[in-house]
Structure formats: C-alpha cells, structure tokens
C-alpha cells in the first residue's frame, strides 16, 4: 500500500506535539531532585558510558565482543534517560504555594477522602507523576483518583469524578489507538510492526488502568491505613 506523505506528517506532528506539550508542577523540592538527577546522569553517568564504550573498544574485534554492544547498548539508555528528563524539565513548573486556592483540590493539597460504604478515611496529597509515592500518601494529579480529584470542594462527592475519569481515560487511549492505526495501515512495512506493538501496549494499558491498577492501588491504601491503625 502506497504511504500517504501529507496524512503521515500530520499524524506524527500530532504526537510530537501531543508529547511536547505536557506540562508538569512540581514543588521545589521535587524539582530540586528532578535537577539533581539530570546533573548526576550527563556529568557523572555519560562520561562513565564512554569510557566504558573506550575501554571494551580497547579489547578486541567489535564484531565479536559482547562487552562492547552491552556498553553501547547502556549507554543508549542513559541517553534515552537523559532526554527524558530534560524534555520533563523543560516542562517542568515550580508551584507557588502561597497563590494556591485552599477552598479547592489543587497540585500540592492534601486531601481527607472518606468512604461512605465502609467509613474508612485516607489522606493523600496531590503531587506531579515522579514526586508520587504511595507509602507516604503522595499520588500523582494524572492517576485516575487524582484527576477525580482535582477541582473538588470540602463535601463534595468523589465518586461521579472518579468514574468520568475513566470516560477520559478511555478518550486519550482511543485517540492514541487511531493515530497509531492511521500509521500502521498508511505507513511502510517497517513501521507496521513497531505501530501493532504499539496498539497492543494501548489497549494492554487502557484495560490495566481501567480495571486492575485502580482497584489494586484502592486496596493497598486500604492495608496501609489498617496497618496504621493496628
């Protein structure tokens, strides 16, 4: 099948876009960290890499040696680490809490949840993505209890939020799904592979999100809060 220039051009600037765009707010802490390890990973970390590169280079025919392809294979990661973080730090926002909105479920608000079937009561407080940790009550604001979340009042109730979240959540993944399927049935044979791997992992991830990250993360918050209590 003849591939479409113009079609494929638009797709692709749409998820380069769609990537670029993400903005992240972090407190000052977490963008402390964030910069920390991106230091730590090009001035430590990537000299490292190359002299390990220099060193098995050092040992012999390239052809034939494993250590080689395992130092340049590492070091692919780390350069792929690398651009991650300064694409995130690029879009990274310091939070100013002192402008922050009390009286609504904000980035950085710590939030008291109760449930009325049962009466159990968490609190967790609303982070960015790689500030999220669950043992000390930190979430991520794009978890789907944490887009629930977000904009709610004292009183209000949760549910109806949670579960539009995952009406949103299964938006994203099917926009995702289409420009991925656009590419694979217009794009040439040696991308068709790497686009059906693609829409496996989309619907794979939207299902896990849907029905098996959600409940499971509901629960461990739960024994955590009864370990607690015991």
Partial sequence: MERNPVLMGFFLFYINNEVMSTVSYY????LKKLREELDYLKNVMRPKASQDIADARDKGDLSENAEYD??????GMLEMRIAKL???HSNAR??????LDVSKVLVLSKVKIKN???GMEVIYTLVAESEADLKTGKISVTSPIGKGLLGKSVGDIANSAMNSTFGRTINTSMTIFLVLLAIFIFGGESIRGFAFALLIGIVVGTY?????ATPVYVDM??????AKND
Avoid at 221 to 226: P, R
């Fill in 70 to 75: 395992a130092a340049k294979e590492a070091q």
């Fill in 86 to 88: 300064e694409e995130i």
């Fill in 94 to 99: 310091l939070i100013d809490e002192t402008h």
């Fill in 221 to 226: 918050a739960k024994k955590d809060k009864d």
């Fill in 27 to 30: 407190t000052a802490e977490g």
């Fill in 116 to 118: 009325q079937t049962n």
């Fill in 208 to 212: 896990s999100s849907l029905f098996i």
